[in-house]
């Protein structure tokens, strides 16, 4: 199962900024990553946002999802530079560094899983 993923950056350091870019990525990316490669469960800002919206795992099933996948599978397609501005989502091709940055994150997120890429915009 290869996931598919944007990359993101707040324009500004705002706390406020920053929570909505790991917001984003835990929408489009996290929610299948997480219960895969940290702890069987969605990540806390959807469980927070959704609430009774979202299905809830039990103990058995985290334990079960948990390490299940023997390594990332990563789809960055088109270069596309999503960028947070005064709370809307702007982007244009602009960013080079963006499939970097993501494996940068992903590593971080997850435990430094092994990372093919299996489809890339470049």
Not at 24 to 48: C, E, H, I, N
Not at 78 to 97: A, H, N, R, T, W
Request: net charge negative.
């Amino acid at each position: 199962m290869a996931l598919a993923s944007h990359w993101i950056k707040p324009s500004r350091t705002r706390r406020e900024s920053l929570q909505a870019c790991q917001r984003s990525l835990d929408f489009v990316l996290g929610w299948f990553a997480r219960p895969l490669f940290t702890d069987g469960d969605y990540p806390p800002s959807m469980k927070q946002n959704l609430s009774h919206r979202l299905p809830s795992f039990t103990q058995a099933e985290r334990d079960e999802v948990r390490g299940t996948a023997d390594f990332f599978a990563l789809s960055h397609g088109p270069s596309l530079s999503y960028q947070l501005i005064d709370d809307s989502l702007k982007f244009g091709q602009i960013e080079v560094l963006d499939l970097r940055m993501l494996l940068y994150w992903i590593r971080a997120e997850y435990d430094n899983p092994p990372i093919y890429i299996a489809e890339s915009g470049w």
